[in-house]
């Protein structure tokens, strides 16, 4: 089961008690899937299709929880894949449209506060929603059919302190968001504090694992360094060796060169502790450096 499943799931299991919540779930839900189809009154109708039995299932609890109306329920193959369509008639379908605010009013729904308003963002995610595994990377999505859909559903998410992106991608509009504690912020707005604690651990151990990374490329690089630096201090001492000028080098440079002679993998530091008297690192460093330079002037 993906991420996304969980997190739907999760959602299922703590569907809304006030009948304003209820609405506003299923106002985001027809939003997303749902088809007005008006002739006469006796005639009019309401769909909401969708490929998944859950959503479908869902989406019947709540119709029959907030209005109580008859709702014909059927299946159907189209485009290689099987829809569950819910479908009410007549005056119900009428009241019910205007209800959830299906002609595209959606300025007139009862969002005034915190808890309609999460609930507005749970019901678009349980259709159109998409969550990448945080193991891998940080990708939130709900994809809607028009630009004027997307831009109220982003005004909900932003009263949450959540700005999300909005593209456009094959002629629908896609919501995102690409950072990680602002995904997190989101499953908290849609009480989904199992799915919260995961991503939470993931982070923390993808933070862990490239701070480590950081520190061995970091120490890695230092001691390539080092052995690059060694190696041309060698260099340098057995180029002045094979000329014969070593033996004519003040006796503390000639003891330091015999000392990285010996010693060529040791470090700066610990080399000083060899000479007598003992040297500093800054002292051992700089006494190499006017090896080096008495080589470059020969």
Not at 163 to 182: A, E, L, M, N, Q
Request: hydrophobic letters at 35%; a positive charge; one cysteine or more.
């Amino acid at each position: 089961m993906s991420f996304s499943q969980d997190v739907k799931q999760e959602i299922a299991k703590k569907l809304p008690l006030r009948r304003k919540d209820r609405v506003s779930f299923l106002a985001a839900m027809f939003m997303q899937q749902g088809m007005r189809n008006s002739i006469t009154e006796k005639e009019a109708s309401i769909w909401f299709v969708t490929e998944k039995s859950e959503t479908a299932g869902i989406c019947f609890t709540l119709l029959k929880k907030t209005f109580n109306i008859k709702i014909d329920c059927s299946s159907g193959n189209s485009h290689h894949s099987e829809n569950m369509k819910l479908r009410i008639r007549g005056k119900e379908a009428l009241e019910l449209s205007e209800a959830v605010c299906l002609d595209g009013g959606y300025e007139r729904l009862d969002l005034s506060d915190t808890d309609s308003r999460r609930n507005f963002i749970k019901g678009a995610f349980m259709c159109t929603g998409f969550l990448n595994d945080p193991k891998n990377s940080y990708h939130f999505e709900i994809v809607c059919q028009t630009r004027e859909k997307a831009d109220f559903l982003a005004r909900q998410m932003e009263y949450f302190d959540v700005r999300p992106g909005v593209i456009c991608r094959k002629k629908h509009f896609v919501i995102y968001i690409k950072d990680g504690s602002k995904i997190v912020d989101m499953l908290g707005v849609m009480d989904a504090h199992i799915a919260l604690m995961e991503m939470e651990n993931s982070r923390i151990l993808k933070g862990m694992r490239n701070s480590v990374n950081r520190r061995v490329n970091c120490e890695t690089a230092n001691i390539s360094k080092t052995v690059l630096s060694a190696r041309k201090q060698i260099e340098d001492i057995k180029y002045l060796q094979s000329t014969g000028k070593l033996k004519g080098l003040s006796p503390a440079l000639r003891q330091m060169a015999e000392l990285r002679l010996e010693n060529p993998d040791l470090p700066l530091y610990e080399l000083g502790q060899l000479m007598d008297p003992p040297l500093g690192k800054s002292g051992v460093n700089h006494r190499l450096r006017k090896l080096g330079e008495i080589a470059r002037r020969l």
